[in-house]
């Protein structure tokens, strides 16, 4: 249930609806936008009464939200989300772009793509460390080493760093190598004890959409972040599996369209994993931010064809600098800027 006030109701009227809603043992979020605010009640909400509630002066109107998913609900926070890492915004006006190796492999290796994609333009670094792969015998990430180069490669370029997390009990360390971005794989998109535990942390979650995850259940499994008292949450459409061979998976541009129709949250696309070929990386990045997207997450490597994990979806540093340049030229058309 959502309760929208009036613009001239007074601060003293909300703090003692708020105090009364509390007392039947609900929770509120409250969303304060340029012209109204807007009460959201979650728990047993059969306990309101409506029509007292809609009877008073400085209330709007009282509405009864259907969806299952109540913080991530748009209805509930009618303001487009931006969340801030860093002072960096994902959100908004301005454009995020996440660039970096799909897995970690020397301090070389990854220092100089740092370089090379913050000269680009790229507001931050990503790399994987943990690596979750369909074979138990391919590369599983140099793990903690590679997690202290990812954050050491970060601190020298001045970026902000985004990394996978496997499992709960690696939250400690995350925190403690001072991981800008926390980020729930594919995979572990339904790992629900892992999204209750990040939720209880206030760091920053990019959340990619599951393998043949419906978009109700990727905002659902925002819902347990955000459940949790985390509301920095940003979402990640990385394709999906279908019948199609052709590519990697299948890049639902229109999963954009639908979530910001739904969602307050920020969303990002990302057209490394969703195609694994890197000639098509450029043109479905250029797709994604004028279908809507608040930015793209794109593989880049200095030796693609000698990755050890997903070189044919990586492209180069050169490479990522044409693709930026063609994002200044698409931003401004869109109402965007990078």
Same mark, same amino acid.
């Given at each position: 249930?959502?309760?929208?006030?009036?613009?001239?109701a007074p601060?003293?009227?909300?703090?003692?609806?708020?105090?009364? @809603?509390?007392?039947?043992?609900l !929770?509120?979020? @409250?969303?304060?936008?340029?012209r109204?605010?807007? %009460?959201?009640? /979650?728990g047993?909400?059969s /306990?309101?009464?409506?029509?007292?509630? !809609?009877?008073?002066?400085?209330?709007?109107?009282?509405?009864?939200?259907?969806?299952p998913?109540?913080?991530?609900?748009?209805?509930?926070?009618?303001? =487009?989300?931006?969340?801030s890492?860093?002072?960096i915004?994902?959100?908004?006006?301005?454009?995020a772009? @996440? *660039?970096?190796?799909?897995?970690?492999?020397?301090?070389?290796?990854?220092?100089?793509?740092?370089?090379d994609v913050?000269?680009?333009?790229?507001?931050?670094?990503?790399?994987?460390?943990?690596?979750?792969?369909?074979s138990?015998?391919?590369f599983?990430? %140099?793990?903690? !080493?590679? +997690?202290?180069?990812?954050?050491?490669?970060?601190k020298?370029?001045?970026?902000p760093?985004?990394?996978e997390?496997?499992?709960?009990?690696? @939250?400690?360390l995350?925190?403690h $190598?001072?991981?800008?971005?926390?980020?729930?794989g594919?995979?572990?998109?339904? &790992?629900?004890?892992?999204?209750?535990?990040?939720?209880?942390?206030?760091?920053?979650?990019?959340?990619?959409?599951g393998?043949?995850?419906?978009?109700?259940e990727?905002?659902?499994?925002?819902?347990?972040? #955000?459940?949790?008292?985390?509301?920095?949450?940003?979402?990640?459409?990385?394709?999906?599996?279908?019948?199609? &061979?052709?590519?990697?998976n299948?890049? =639902?541009?229109?999963a954009?369209?639908?979530?910001?129709?739904?969602?307050?949250?920020?969303?990002?696309?990302?057209?490394?994993? *969703?195609?694994?070929k890197?000639? #098509?990386v450029?043109? +479905?990045?250029?797709?994604?931010?004028?279908a809507?997207?608040?930015?793209?997450?794109?593989?880049v490597?200095? $030796?693609?064809?000698?990755?050890?994990?997903?070189?044919?979806?990586s492209?180069?540093p050169?490479?990522f600098?044409?693709?930026?340049?063609?994002?200044?030229?698409?931003?401004?058309?869109?109402?965007?800027? %990078?």
């Open positions: 249930m959502i309760i929208v006030l009036k613009p001239d601060q003293e009227f909300i703090d003692k609806l708020t105090v009364s @809603i509390k007392s039947k043992g !929770q509120i979020d @409250i969303s304060k936008g340029a109204k605010t807007v %009460l959201g009640l /979650v047993d909400t /306990v309101i009464d409506r029509d007292q509630i !809609q009877g008073s002066d400085y209330v709007d109107k009282v509405i009864r939200v259907e969806e998913y109540k913080r991530v609900s748009r209805a509930f926070h009618p303001e =487009d989300t931006v969340v890492v860093n002072g915004p994902i959100g908004g006006k301005k454009l772009v @996440i *660039a970096g190796p799909c897995s970690i492999e020397t301090p070389d290796q990854i220092e100089g793509v740092a370089r913050k000269a680009a333009g790229a507001t931050m670094l990503r790399g994987g460390a943990f690596k979750p792969r369909t138990p015998y391919s599983q990430g %140099l793990r903690d !080493q590679g +997690l202290d180069m990812l954050c050491e490669a970060g020298k370029a001045h970026l760093v985004v990394t997390i496997m499992s709960a009990d690696k @939250i400690d995350f925190l $190598d001072h991981v800008d971005i926390i980020q729930i594919a995979r572990n998109m339904q &790992n629900f004890d892992l999204l209750k535990a990040v939720g209880k942390t206030r760091k920053p979650i990019l959340l990619k959409r393998l043949c995850a419906t978009i109700e990727w905002l659902m499994s925002a819902e347990y972040i #955000m459940a949790g008292g985390n509301h920095n949450v940003i979402l990640c459409e990385r394709g999906i599996r279908t019948f199609e &061979n052709y590519t990697r299948t890049l =639902d541009l229109s954009i369209l639908a979530v910001k129709h739904k969602s307050h949250l920020p969303v990002v696309v990302d057209p490394s994993h *969703a195609t694994g890197r000639w #098509m450029e043109a +479905l990045s250029k797709a994604a931010i004028a809507g997207a608040d930015g793209v997450m794109v593989e490597h200095n $030796d693609p064809e000698h990755a050890w994990c997903d070189g044919a979806q492209i180069t050169k490479m600098a044409g693709l930026m340049d063609s994002l200044r030229q698409i931003a401004p058309v869109v109402g965007r800027e %990078l």
